[in-house]
């Protein structure tokens, strides 16, 4: 999100505030915290098995988001990359404010979008290659089955639950 909006800020100001220095894991793949962290400045990772999935810089940033609508362990790790001063919540918010609800979800699907931008230009190259048949070809229409919705397995979450946390 470029910009946190004003009634979030107001109900975010009050929450405590967690100061962890560079180089510090605030949440772990496989733990269950119960809170959600809104990055208010620094800079921090996601990372999964060892790989850097996504670098965070943005205030407004909200990570322990999936974990609490999921009712499941963090899916990967989220590390400092300096220090960074976050806004922490109890999971449990997510429930009792709508307006903080929302804006999640509107991260989600900003998500979402961007995913789905990254398919259709992956789909592009593939087709640029004809490498359909290829394995990169087969992972790709693995995530168009997922973010479509189309996939074999209807009940199971796949693979892009890990892009958060």
């Known amino acids: 999100m470029p910009v946190i909006p004003s009634a979030v800020l107001q109900r975010i100001a009050t929450l405590p505030i967690a100061i962890h220095e560079a180089d510090e894991i605030v949440f772990a793949a496989g733990t269950t915290t119960g809170r959600l962290l809104i990055l208010m400045k620094g800079a921090v990772t996601i990372e999964k098995e060892g790989t850097?999935?996504?670098k965070v810089t943005e205030p407004g940033a909200v990570f322990g988001e999936l974990s609490a609508l999921l009712n499941q362990p963090h899916t990967a790790d989220v590390r400092t990359r300096e220090a960074s001063e976050f806004r922490v919540a109890r999971a449990e918010l997510l429930e009792e404010d709508s307006v903080i609800l929302l804006y999640v979800a509107a991260i989600l699907a900003q998500r979402l979008n961007h995913a789905n931008q990254a398919?259709?230009?992956l789909k592009g190259e593939i087709?640029?290659?004809n490498i359909i048949g290829k394995t990169i070809g087969k992972a790709v229409k693995k995530m168009e089955e997922l973010l479509t919705g189309a996939s074999?397995?209807?009940?199971k979450v796949g693979p892009l639950k890990t892009l958060g946390c």
Do not use: S
């Open 127 to 129: 087709k640029l290659h």
């Open 152 to 155: 074999a397995q209807p009940n």
């Open 119 to 121: 398919l259709i230009e």
């Open 52 to 54: 850097e999935i996504a």
